[in-house]
């Protein structure tokens, strides 16, 4: 007797290396520290649509063009 094994999505573990899963949310990351902010922002990225910026007022800016769905401070 054979049994099927369920069909299964593709998940962040079952990707080859380099290759991203379909963004699906936007995150707003402000963080003045260079280094932290492209660190955040490269992970995430896998996942998520980012929007890194390292104040405020970039901030702002952010949010009067697009709609976010999580912001990171």
Same mark, same amino acid.
């Given at each position: 007797?054979?049994?099927?094994?369920?069909?299964? &999505?593709?998940?962040?573990?079952? =990707?080859?290396?380099? *290759?991203?899963?379909? /963004?699906?949310?936007?995150? +707003?990351?402000? &963080? /003045? *520290?260079? +280094? =932290?902010?492209? $660190?955040?922002?490269?992970? =995430? $990225?896998?996942? %998520? &649509?980012? %929007? /890194?910026?390292?104040?405020?007022?970039?901030? &702002?800016?952010? =949010?009067? *063009?697009?709609?976010?769905?999580? +912001?990171?401070?």
């Amino acid at each position: 007797m054979s049994t099927k094994r369920p069909k299964t &999505e593709k998940t962040d573990a079952s =990707l080859p290396a380099g *290759e991203v899963m379909h /963004p699906s949310g936007r995150v +707003l990351i402000v &963080e /003045p *520290e260079p +280094l =932290l902010r492209w $660190s955040m922002s490269t992970y =995430l $990225s896998r996942w %998520f &649509e980012v %929007f /890194p910026t390292d104040d405020d007022a970039g901030a &702002e800016r952010v =949010l009067g *063009e697009h709609a976010v769905d999580a +912001l990171i401070v």
